[in-house]
Each structure stands twice: as C-alpha cells, then as structure tokens.
C-alpha cells in the first residue's frame, strides 16, 4: 500500500482554484519532489496533505499508523520565547536526552543541544528542524522549501544529507523545492505542479518534457548538469555542516 | 489569618500573579499584549452589565471579555490590519462601558474602583473566586503546554503533529477572559495587560527555557504583589499602581542586567 495517497484534490479561496483535480501517491523508500512556479499551490498541496487545510473536493490516505515528519517552509521563533535545542526537539515528542543527540548528529549538527534557537545559523536551524523530523524515525518525510534562505551549497549539502540518511533509514520523501538543479536529479520521481499535475515522472523525463520546459523555459535543461558536477566536488563542500 | 485586609490583599495579589505568569509568557511570544488590553478594557462592559442584573461582577466580567476575545479572533484578517481593529474595539468598548456605567441609576459606583481595581477591599469570597480561577487557568495551561507551545511556535508544526492551533488558540482566549475577570478586584481594568505582560517580559532575560520564563515570570509577579501592596500601605499610594510599579522596576533592572551580560559574551 502506499504510504500516501492523495486523490482528486481540489482547493479554493473564494473565487480562486489554487489546486484542480490533483492526485499524488508516495511508496515507501522514495523521494518525490513537488516543482512549479510561484502560485502554483506547491505550499497549499502540502499544507492539504498535513490536514492544515481542508481541500473542497478529493480526500488524502494515509497509512494506518504512518508517522509523519514534517521541515516547514521557515520558522520565526520570536526572540522573546527563550528555548534551546534540546526543549525544542522535545516539544512534540517524550525522548530523552541521547536519542535528540543521535538525531542532531544524523542531521549533520552534533554538539547543539544547549544552544538557544535565536542564536544559530541559517544552515544550523534547518538541520535542527531536520533532526526534529528524524526523532520518531518517520516512515515519510515531508519538506517545504526546507532550505530557504541558505545559499546554493548550503542547500545541495542540505540535500545531499536527506539522501543519504534516507540511504540509511529507507523513510520516503516528500518535498517542494525552488531550486530545480539542486532537486532534480536527487529526486526519484518529480512531479511538476501549476494548479494541476502538468507532467510527472523520472528526472529526465520531466525535464525534457514540453508542459516543463514552458514552464521553467528551456535554461533550465542543464540544471541537471550543474547539480552533478556541484556533486562531484562534495569534499570541498564538506566543511558545510560544520558551519 | 484571613481577618487581616493586608493578607487578604497579599493572597489575592499573588493568585493573580500566579495565574497571570503562564499566561503573560504567551501574550507576549504571541504578539498579543494588544489583544490582552482590548479584553481588558471590555470588562468595563462587564462590569455595568453585572451591575444592572444586581449579581456578582465576576460572571458578567468573564462573559462580556470571553465575548470580546472571540469577536477580534473572528475579524481578525478580515480586511483591516489587527492593530488597528484592536485599537477600535478596545477603546469602544472602554468608553461605551463607560457610558453604560452613568446610566445606572440607584447605588453611587465608585468607577475608580474597577478602573484601578480596589484590591484593600478583597473579601474572603473574592479571595476563593480568585484562586479559582487562577488555578483554572493554571491547570489549563499546564495540561496543554506542549500543544500551546508547538501551536505558537509554527501552526503547521502543529498541524503536522496532529494538534489544532485553533483549539489552542480558544484555550488562550479563555484562560484570558477568566483572568481578567479575576483580576480587575486587584488591579482594575486598565493595568491587568501589565500584570500580564511586565512580569513575563522582566523574565525574558533571566531564562533559557519557556518553563522557566513561566516560573520566573510567576516569581517576579508575586514578589511585586507583596512588596507593592507592602508599600502602598508604607507611602500611602494607590495599590494597583504600586504593584505594577515595583513590576516595572523588576523589568528595568532585569533588562539592563540581561544587556549588559549579553555584551560581555
């Protein structure tokens, strides 16, 4: 069965469609990617898919038992809500102490939990909000623009790590991305969203297809490209983490 | 022990202190202090309402700033921008309680009284309302901690986690209707956002947790409540303000220490 499942979906603002008759399914152990244009409801089909809105028509399955985790788009804390890591990590789950530690060091940000949320790097604060993901080992993950705000090393590093822990762990992936050369080719299915489903399918499949390439115009073929040889230079790159 | 009107006074400043603290740390991480003073300044309606029935203040107090709470939650992103539908709400609702208090005719209300509350005058059942509530707010608050906390830091967290913000977001309004109800005995209407705001404010910079932010804030409003009233009494002032002085000097002083030590790092 399919960890997810989600059915002609359609969702409206007033006399705004924002999504018309989407469908979408996630298997167990794959990395879907969510690309489209500004507007083109990629948020408001995740935010569907969590509950966090109600869709006009279609349904979302879920797995019996499927447990979620979920990297929004960005998270304001306001400076006056003093919290460390570590309370942060155990907002919504009970965990003790070495398990917040374990999943802070598979995300690639050992050593943080006694440091206050307001005073880490951009790069730090998505990987906390990754190892908060990774706490109660989800079968799927579910991503928003999760690098938002870092630059393009600081998320192909991102990015890179979500593979390999995925490498590790086997949880699915679900995620919306602007940044069509980092995503592509780390993705084993894209699905190519502007209010409906335009096309679907492997990388290459849908980065040759026509509804993409009027979408995106034609530049962004040799993304693909960019991404391997960015790859291809990991080493140099590796004291991102660290940062 | 409760003959006393000095203890009396002290317990019911502290009640309020206690239940305002948790509540304050959430007015102000949410941005709400403003929304905290239009309940407030509601009470006032409240107040002639309970008047003009001839019952207890406290259920007409609640009633009217429950009412008022879910009125701007409603509106609330329905065209204009919240500050300013907040300004509108809470100084309407000041001034038509206002004038709603002239037209009861009858016994003379002494309106200082629940402008700057009367907190001398705290008998033993308003003592058992105030603790009341506070331990209902308190015990609100504690049950949902985590929901509250998940909600006010990202809704879709919240979602995700299978919480409802907007159910949290009730819960706050509540606990903050009740708390003005039970606070406008002790410091009247016009000071209760201060109650709630400066002492979770003042504790911002003594805390590294949101738990403890809670505690600390709960201290502070305590400590200002006793030494308040304590120098109402020495120097003859009005004993709301006094309280909410100390409170204030407690956030000065708390606040500079907090910069200078942040300096030094």
Not at chain 1, 8 to 17: P, W
Not at chain 2, 176 to 198: D, N, Q, R
Request: proline share 4%; charged share 15%; aromatic share 6%.
């Amino acid at each position: 069965m399919s960890l997810i499942t989600a059915k002609g979906l359609s969702v409206r603002y007033g006399a705004n469609t924002v999504l018309h008759n989407v469908g979408l399914t996630v298997e167990p152990g794959e990395i879907v990617t969510i690309v489209g244009p500004n507007g083109s409801g990629k948020t408001s089909l995740l935010k569907t898919i969590i509950g966090a809105i109600k869709p006009t028509a279609g349904h979302v399955e879920m797995k019996p038992g499927l447990k979620i985790g979920y990297v929004p788009q960005r998270l304001h804390i306001d400076p006056t809500l003093p919290i460390t890591v570590e309370r942060f990590m155990r907002l919504s789950h009970r965990v003790d102490r070495n398990t917040c530690s374990a999943a802070l060091e598979t995300a690639g940000v050992p050593d943080l939990l006694g440091r206050q949320m307001s005073r880490l790097s951009g790069g730090q604060f998505q990987r906390v909000l990754l190892a908060r993901a990774l706490i109660n080992s989800p079968d799927v993950l579910l991503l928003d623009e999760a690098t938002q705000g870092l630059d393009q090393r600081g998320s192909a590093a991102f990015y890179q790590q979500i593979e390999a822990v995925r490498s590790e762990t086997g949880y699915a992936v679900l995620m919306i991305s602007h940044e069509l050369h980092v995503v592509m080719s780390a993705s084993d299915r894209v699905i190519c969203l502007n209010g409906h489903v335009c096309c679907e399918g492997t990388p290459a499949v849908v980065a040759s297809a026509p509804e993409y390439r009027a979408l995106f115009g034609s530049g962004t073929g040799g993304a693909l490209a960019l991404y391997r040889h960015e790859h291809d230079h990991d080493h140099e790159h590796s004291h991102e983490a660290a940062e | 022990m409760l003959d006393d009107f000095m203890t009396r006074a002290t317990l019911a400043g502290i009640g309020v202190a206690i239940a305002a603290a948790p509540l304050g740390c959430f007015v102000v991480w949410r941005r709400m202090a403003y929304f905290g003073d239009a309940t407030a300044h509601a009470a006032i309606l409240g107040v002639a309402l309970s008047l003009t029935l001839e019952m207890s203040i406290f259920p007409g107090v609640m009633a009217v700033a429950l009412i008022m709470a879910l009125t701007v939650t409603l509106l609330a992103g329905r065209g204009y921008a919240m500050d300013t539908l907040l300004g509108v709400l809470a100084h309407s609702a000041l001034a038509f309680g206002l004038v709603a208090v002239s037209f009861l005719s009858g016994v003379r209300i002494d309106l200082m009284a629940y402008l700057f509350g009367d907190i001398l005058a705290v008998s033993r059942s308003d003592l058992l309302v105030i603790w009341g509530g506070a331990g209902l707010v308190v015990a609100l608050i504690a049950w949902r901690w985590s929901a509250l906390l998940t909600s006010t830091l990202n809704e879709e967290l919240a979602y995700a986690a299978d919480l409802d913000p907007k159910r949290e977001q009730l819960i706050l309004t509540l606990c903050l209707a009740v708390t003005v109800a039970v606070a406008i005995k002790v410091v009247g209407v016009l000071l209760i956002a201060a109650m709630l705001i400066i002492p979770a404010a003042a504790a911002r910079s003594l805390a590294r947790t949101p738990e403890a932010m809670a505690l600390i804030a709960a201290v502070i409003g305590g400590v200002s409540a006793a030494s308040g009233l304590r120098a109402a009494y020495l120097f003859d002032t009005p004993a709301g303000p006094s309280i909410v002085c100390v409170a204030a000097v407690f956030f000065a002083l708390f606040s500079l220490l907090g910069w200078h030590s942040r300096r030094d790092a």
